[in-house]
């Protein structure tokens, strides 16, 4: 509970201590304009009086001293005008880039205590079911409940591993497969059979037609579906159905996650695609998560030359649409 509020006095204190450099730059630089007037105007005063007033050019320079004067002021507004807004533009860009750092670095904070949360679960409630059917004598019933809870546990910890490892592959670039011609509507089914089996008390609708082939990587496909189903299922609630559609159009292949959870807001929609990014504040934001499943969708479509996008699901919730052209 102590943490939020020592990250946000941080970025007061970063911001503060920006904003002070900044203004004493910005005074810095009027201060030098006005320096150098005053020693233009002097200048020029010194010029004036060196004539003589019976000098028979006396006209002529006056206005070559005039004119020189307004030279040398444009010059300096000139000069100025450049070099503070080349000035601005840098520290506008390293604002910007410190603010990134400073959330990423908090994004990745809040990513180890989420992740050590999700590892711990899962192990902490095998260890306890193994536990007690050696301890405790249980009739079959009992047994085979506690033996199918910890194998989901089990495939919930091999997916988020599974998560993790894809993505430091990806980010460098060392993730070696070799596309071949798969069949989409299958794998898509499949995966909904799989989502089923794993949250019974769901209801998903699909719309899957038959026979969509593209050319990828199955395994990146189906933890791309998994990861939308899951997503889907976690920010909706229990009763709310999600539907599935798969269709080609032409030479275009659609598919589409739809929940009526509590949606996405518009100036959101682009961010949770970032790494480690989670929609809602960190210190009041209840549902588990480790900020990857969206990133790893958006890099698995990218890996297929495809394209991700979500809007509103009208009257609730969020579509994530994957569109992936054959031609």
Not at 167 to 181: F, T
């Amino acid at each position: 509970m102590i943490r939020p509020p020592f990250k946000i006095n941080k970025l007061k204190f970063v911001s503060f201590i920006y904003w002070v450099f900044l203004t004493y730059m910005i005074a810095a630089f009027i201060w030098w304009y006005v320096t150098l007037e005053n020693q233009n105007t002097q200048l020029a005063n010194v010029k004036f009086q060196s004539i003589k007033l019976d000098d028979p050019a006396l006209y002529s320079k006056v206005k070559s001293i005039e004119a020189f004067q307004d030279r040398k002021t444009k010059q300096y507004i000139g000069e100025g005008l450049t070099f503070l807004f080349l000035f601005l533009l840098g520290a506008i860009y390293v604002y910007r880039s410190l603010l990134k750092q400073l959330r990423y670095s908090n994004q990745q904070q809040n990513f180890m205590m989420a992740i050590t949360h999700e590892l711990k679960t899962p192990i902490a409630i095998t260890q306890l079911n193994i536990e007690t059917l050696l301890k405790r004598t249980l009739d079959v019933p009992h047994q085979k409940k506690l033996i199918e809870n910890t194998l989901k546990e089990t495939h919930r910890l091999d997916a988020l591993c599974n998560n993790i490892l894809l993505a430091s592959q990806l980010d460098m670039g060392k993730y070696e497969s070799e596309k071949q011609v798969i069949h989409l509507s299958e794998i898509t089914q499949n995966a909904i059979k799989s989502f089923q089996d794993r949250c019974p008390d769901r209801i998903c609708i699909s719309n899957i037609k038959s026979d969509i082939f593209i050319e990828g990587e199955p395994l990146l496909i189906q933890l791309l579906l998994n990861n939308l189903l899951d997503n889907a299922n976690k920010y909706s609630e229990a009763y709310r159905p999600i539907s599935v559609s798969l269709e080609m159009i032409n030479h275009t292949i659609t598919l589409s996650v739809k929940d009526e959870g509590r949606g996405i807001p518009i100036k959101e929609r682009e961010k949770i695609f970032e790494k480690f990014y989670r929609v809602g504040e960190e210190a009041t934001r209840s549902t588990k998560g480790t900020g990857l499943g969206l990133y790893l969708c958006k890099k698995i479509i990218e890996y297929h030359h495809g394209a991700i996008h979500t809007t509103s699901n009208e009257p609730k919730g969020s579509i994530f649409t994957f569109n992936y052209n054959m031609v």
